[in-house]
Every structure is written in structure tokens, then in C-alpha cells.
């Protein structure tokens, strides 16, 4: 690495993003002219997503970029089955002057976290694991994740990033329609009001990507015709 034609000494290198970014051990200024030599290594060479090498290339002018600093998650929202769990990651987006540690909170009811906190020094991802408890009632549960970063590099201090997490039930039944009918070939039956009637299931329909909550269900069944409602009016 050379700044106006010297030798500056590189600190460490962070690849993000696809992205090659190069940390000096002292800053470069607007104006200053940057060029970079890069020789193969026998171990960890620099290669694309699909495993090819980078070639060697020698004083390669290149522009100055500064990335801003953020909390970094791998989604913005995340869909957890009650009585699973889901996993998202959390990283930096460069490499920090101090170890940066981020508080993850807003787990509420039966969803919960782990960790509810990272601590990082560089740019590696981490995972973070939801999970969500069974419950009785048939309601999707929601909640929103937030994590805040604090350290000694105020340029991370305070920062803050959510994730949305909602909860989906496993199993809930869209509809039931029932023909209430006597059996093929039998004859005409009269329904009396408080008598159960013969029905029989003919469909059966479930939202999508649910599993048909479990239902004591037959073929043909009995079920009791409700008294009649009657209105008055004066």
C-alpha cells in the first residue's frame, strides 16, 4: 500500500459485503493519492463467491471510501412457529476501535432470546436464536427486537437496529361445511327442533400453510338442530 508515492503499513484487512477493506496504520486525507500491490499468498488468497483467485496486480490506484458504521442483521422481520424456534445473524460493518456490545431486548410474553447479548471486536457474524412457546389460544403473537450497541468507539455508541419477530400459529381451521342429509337411498327424515340430525362432512378447508387442528370428526355424525329463535314486535 503506498500514499503519495510511500509505503504505508496496512493494520488489518476486513472483507464485507464484497467488498476488501484495508485499515492504515495511519488515516489517508481527501486529496492523497492511494495505489495497492497484491501478490497471490500460498494460504487464504483473496477469491470470489464462486472460489476463483484473485490475480496479482501492482500499484493499482484505488478511491478512498469510508463505510459508514451500523449494526448489520441478515433480515428486518422473521416468522418463528409457536412452539419452534429462528435464527437471524447480527455483525458490524467494519471493524471497530473497541469492543462494541450489542444489547438484543423487547422479547415479550412467550417469545424469548438468546443471547440477549453480543460483544464483537470485528466484523464476524453471530447468530441470535428466537423461540417461541406453545400457548393455548389460536392468536399470533408479535413482538419487536432491539438491539443497541454501546462502546468506546462513539461511532457506534448508541446505535441501534430492529428486527421484527411474529409468531405463527401451527394449526388453525379455516371452515367446515357440513350437508345436513340423510344417508344415500334413505328415506326422508323430518328434523324436529332439539332432535340431532344425521350431517355429513363434505369438505373440509384450511388457510394456507396451516395443519387441521385435531377434530373428533366421523363420517356421518350426530349433531342437535338449536332450538328456534323467535322475535316479537309490538
Same mark, same amino acid.
Given at each position: ?12 484487512? &476486513? ?16 486529496? #492523497?493519492?492511494?495505489?495497492? @500491490? ?8 483473496? #477469491? ?13 490506484? *484505488? ?10 442483521? %441478515?433480515?428486518? %422481520? ?6 419452534? %424456534? ?11 476501535? +473497541?469492543?462494541?456490545?450489542? +444489547? ?5 410474553? /412467550? ?13 464476524? +457474524?453471530?447468530? *441470535? ?5 406453545? &400457548? ?16 468506546? /468507539? ?8 430492529? *428486527? ?30 332439539? #332432535? ?6 363434505? @369438505? ?6 396451516? #395443519?387441521? %387442528? ?10 342437535? *338442530? ?9
Amino acid at each position: 500500500m503506498k500514499v503519495n508515492g510511500s509505503t504505508r503499513a496496512l493494520t488489518f484487512v &476486513d472483507v464485507f459485503e464484497g467488498l476488501v477493506i484495508l485499515h492504515l496504520s495511519s488515516p489517508v486525507t481527501e486529496g #492523497q493519492t492511494v495505489t495497492v @500491490s497484491y501478490a497471490v499468498p500460498a494460504t487464504t488468497p483473496l #477469491q470470489d463467491a464462486a472460489g476463483n483467485k484473485a490475480a496479482a496486480f501492482t500499484d493499482q490506484a *484505488v478511491r478512498n471510501v469510508v463505510i459508514d458504521p451500523k449494526i448489520v442483521l %441478515s433480515g428486518t %422481520s422473521l416468522t418463528v412457529p409457536e412452539g419452534g %424456534s429462528a435464527t437471524y445473524t447480527v455483525k458490524l460493518s467494519r471493524r471497530p476501535s +473497541a469492543i462494541v456490545t450489542v +444489547a438484543v431486548t423487547g422479547a415479550t410474553g /412467550d417469545i424469548t432470546v438468546a443471547p440477549t447479548s453480543l460483544t464483537s471486536t470485528d466484523t464476524t +457474524a453471530q447468530t *441470535v436464536t428466537v423461540s417461541a412457546a406453545d &400457548d393455548a389460544d389460536d392468536v399470533d403473537d408479535d413482538a419487536t427486537l432491539t438491539h443497541t450497541a454501546t462502546s468506546g /468507539d462513539t461511532h457506534y455508541s448508541g446505535l441501534t437496529a430492529t *428486527v421484527d419477530v411474529t409468531v405463527k400459529e401451527p394449526g388453525k381451521l379455516g371452515k367446515v361445511v357440513l350437508e345436513t342429509r340423510p344417508p344415500i337411498n334413505a328415506p326422508p327424515t323430518t328434523v324436529t327442533e332439539g #332432535q340431532p340430525v344425521v350431517f355429513h362432512v363434505i @369438505s373440509l378447508e384450511v388457510l394456507p400453510n396451516r #395443519q387441521l %387442528s385435531p377434530l373428533a370428526c366421523k363420517r356421518a355424525g350426530e349433531l342437535p *338442530v338449536p332450538p328456534a329463535k323467535h322475535s316479537t314486535s309490538s
